[in-house]
């Protein structure tokens, strides 16, 4: 019960703390109705090529129910792959998998239940086994969309959301996925089922992954600054989750452990002659109880092993429009750059410091505005603990991704992928690996 009891306490200091720096709410700040997208003025109509589902609206129906406060969403991502050359294996690499998610929202305020409230959960579909047995690599070069292996029906992650002040006071609870949904956030490069498929690009990979129970509350007491705090628990079972307790075994009971984030944003708007640059820059700082045994040459067992408990680490991170192509505020086409930093312990995390630079641009060939071209480069230094006490070869592994986003409708994206791996998995003497696929993203 403790675990609960801290929870708690850090729910509600966060809310104290929150409250004195936000502003009151302001009739300034209301949200201006939207005006409904073109394919609604006519619910009977059924443009393929325009419409935002491949089924439809069933004939004005979509809408109605989400008017009410509830929204269903199925998608698909689909990932062909294959090692064409180097890594560890070349033959008979050609991979398929796939990842379907279920997504279910529920709108509180809309059902008159409570103002600012609402709830969330997604549902997972996955096969396959991508390719990173074959490259050797760190990490997944294409990220969850066909590399965990078969999961049938899992409950990915839910929470309960509740926004005050116009949105500028933010807390969630329920089970939460750190990396992609709130830490390390960018942009260009932190979704891999519409922009990089390379796990190195869609996060500072030695930041600790964390999905399970927790808590997250966030504050943005000016337009251009927001800061957050996280906690989860640290010592969830991945077994439990998908079939047992569902973590929360481990969240309220046992050692009183939880993983701790922290993250102080910036948004930028700089001036140009097509009108404003949008950017944001990111400073976050990380702590993970789990014990982890140090880096050390245990000369055949003489020497006992020691583990640290207490490891923590920082990031940085920017994403920065340079270049608009018009002066409409609604387009949104033009080109944008990226850049991150980690860092973490070198004697019990094996990256010790961690890069990425890229660029995004969007409508890059006339005519083709929704279209993305980008280009990314990652890489993992390994630790000098590790080179000196484990493994002599361990250096440095390095990603170079380059994907063209074609959209064929906006219910249907297809993204050819090739990366360049070198040194995979860190060692000097891997092969280097060059591997290409194919995601389609299909929204029903």
């Not at 300034?28 to 619910?43: C, F, G, M, Q, S």
């Not at 004939?59 to 129910?65: A, E, F, T």
């Not at 991945?238 to 079939?243: D, G």
């Not at 481990?250 to 640059?277: C, P, Q």
Request: charged letters at 20%; a negative charge.
């Amino acid at each position: 019960m403790r675990q609960l009891h801290r929870l708690s306490m850090l729910f509600v200091l966060s809310l104290a703390m929150s409250t004195g720096l936000v502003r009151a709410a302001d009739p300034r700040y209301e949200v201006p109705k939207k005006t409904p997208p073109a394919y609604l003025e006519d619910a009977t109509s059924f443009d393929l090529l325009n419409q935002p589902y491949l089924l439809g609206d069933f004939n004005g129906l979509r809408p109605k129910i989400e008017d009410t406060g509830f929204k269903f969403s199925f998608l698909i991502g689909n990932q062909t792959s294959i090692n064409f050359r180097g890594g560890q294996n070349t033959s008979n690499t050609l991979n398929n998998g796939a990842r379907v998610f279920y997504i279910f929202q529920v709108d509180l305020e809309k059902m008159g239940l409570l103002k600012g409230a609402s709830l969330y959960m997604r549902i997972l579909q996955e096969w396959g086994d991508g390719l990173r047995g074959d490259v050797g690599s760190i990490k997944a070069p294409f990220w969850l969309l066909g590399s965990q292996g078969e999961v049938a029906f899992e409950e990915d992650k839910y929470w309960w959301q509740q926004r005050l002040f116009e949105g500028k006071l933010e807390f969630r609870l329920g089970k939460l996925l750190n990396v992609v949904d709130i830490v390390d956030r960018n942009a260009y490069a932190a979704n891999y089922l519409n922009q990089f498929v390379n796990e190195g690009l869609n996060y500072s990979l030695n930041i600790p992954v964390v999905r399970s129970l927790g808590a997250y509350v966030r504050v943005e007491p000016a337009d251009w600054l927001y800061v957050f705090a996280m906690a989860a628990d640290a010592d969830y079972a991945a077994t439990t989750i998908s079939h047992g307790a569902g973590g929360f075994d481990t969240a309220f009971g046992g050692e009183d452990h939880f993983l701790g984030y922290g993250e102080l944003g910036v948004k930028s708007r700089f001036a140009s002659r097509n009108g404003e640059l949008p950017g944001n820059y990111r400073f976050g700082l990380w702590y993970n109880p789990r014990s982890r045994q140090v880096f050390m040459d245990d000369l055949g067992g003489l020497r006992a092993p020691r583990t640290d408990s207490s490891d923590v680490g920082f990031y940085v991170n920017f994403d920065q429009m340079v270049w608009k192509e018009n002066d409409d505020a609604k387009d949104k086409q033009g080109l944008g750059v990226f850049a991150r930093y980690g860092y973490a312990k070198g004697d019990v995390n094996a990256i010790n410091h961690f890069w990425s630079v890229g660029a995004s641009y969007l409508g890059p060939i006339p005519s083709r505005d929704k279209d993305v071209l980008a280009f990314g480069v990652a890489q993992s230094i390994m630790s000098q603990d590790l080179r000196d006490e484990i493994n002599p070869l361990a250096d440095r592994e390095t990603v170079y991704e380059l994907y063209y986003a074609f959209e064929v409708a906006p219910w249907c994206v297809i993204t050819p992928d090739l990366q360049v791996i070198t040194n995979p998995g860190g060692n000097k003497n891997a092969r280097d690996a060059f591997i290409g696929g194919v995601r389609v993203k299909i929204v029903f």
